[in-house]
């Protein structure tokens, strides 16, 4: 029998966000494809960290993350949303949220198993449900709300359901949930004894009034929700990879136990980090972060509408889905490929979001970067 690569290797196919990112590199431009999020580390984080590894903090932790990391990111959850984890039988730290919802899948879905997910859709949420042989089923949201038909919901669903995937605030759209549709949602998912699994990592990323509600705080969601989060975004240390599980005791132990086979555990030092930022850090902090990207956004906005490529403004997050359809090219890879070597600012091309041909006229772009950053990238666009 021949050497060759097992059938898997077709679910792991290099993303178009990365593909952006090594085209960016080659004509040396500006880069508003990958969420690196290069902005300042908070103080508090990169000092705990430092000393965790003075103080020889960096053996292997416990399966489910350090003592110190589990206790704080319990107490934050209080503290933000008044959902009550505890620390000793509810919350995994993982390696990102990306290694998170990787363990939870291999936890709570059997091959075959089918999952709702909104599109436009993160991609790595469905190159993780492939990995793990669940079937993604697409429910599509329209624009400028990005907004769905609740008879959809029951469009979607079969005797295969196991779970529904929401995204809030959501990557690329930068959609918040209102109470109103995460709640028909909640439903939905009580009707059809569904899991809910929600990424939440963009939770403090929130514009013009616009409120994160966890699903999980819903009457009756708690046990059945599996919430995704972590502090790559929130604290700009995205290589780090230090994520989150939250739910019931019943799924966390064996989420915890595939965190271990996988990952063993996040780096120590990194934990204890992320702890002391935790803990250091109040409000005013979250609070403040959405202010600065507002700007950010607002700014990044402004420059894209200038140069003819009219954007869905984001309730949260920190990307703008845009208009490229007066660009050249007969797909958004095309278009997004123009724009990159006329300009040197480098985007995502739509398709990378849509599962069919909704994304042909779009492309997103990232603005989670340093003004100085931005504002080049503003001035090459309007140069357009």
Known sequence: MALELSARHEWVLQSEIRNMSIECDRVGGINLSQGVCDTEVPPAVRQGAQSAIDEGINIYTRYDGLEELRKAIAAKQKIFTGLEMDPEREVIVS????????????????????????????????????????????????????????????????????????????????????????????????????????????????????RHIPPATLPGMRERTITISGLSKTFSITGWRIGYCLCDARWAQTIGYFNDLVYVCAPAPLQMGVARGLEALGADYYESLSREYASKRDRVCRALKKAGLNPHVPQGAYYILADISGLPGKNSKERAMYLLERTGVASVPGEAFYDGDGGENLARFCFAKEDDVLEDACKRLQGL
């Open 95 to 210: 390696s990102g949220a990306t290694g998170a919802l990787y363990c939870a899948c291999l936890a709570l879905l059997n091959p075959g198993d089918e999952v709702i997910v909104f599109e436009p859709y993160y991609g790595y949420h469905i190159s993780t449900l492939v990995a793990t042989q669940a079937v993604p089923v697409y429910v599509q949201l329209h624009p400028p709300a990005w907004s769905f038909e609740f008879a959809s919901l029951e469009k979607a669903v079969t005797s295969r359901t196991k779970a529904i995937l929401i995204n809030t605030p959501a990557n690329p759209s930068g959609k918040v949930f209102s109470r109103e549709e995460l709640e028909h949602i909640a439903t939905f998912a009580s009707k059809h004894d569904l899991f809910i699994f929600t990424d939440e990592i963009y939770e403090h990323f929130l514009y013009d009034g616009y």
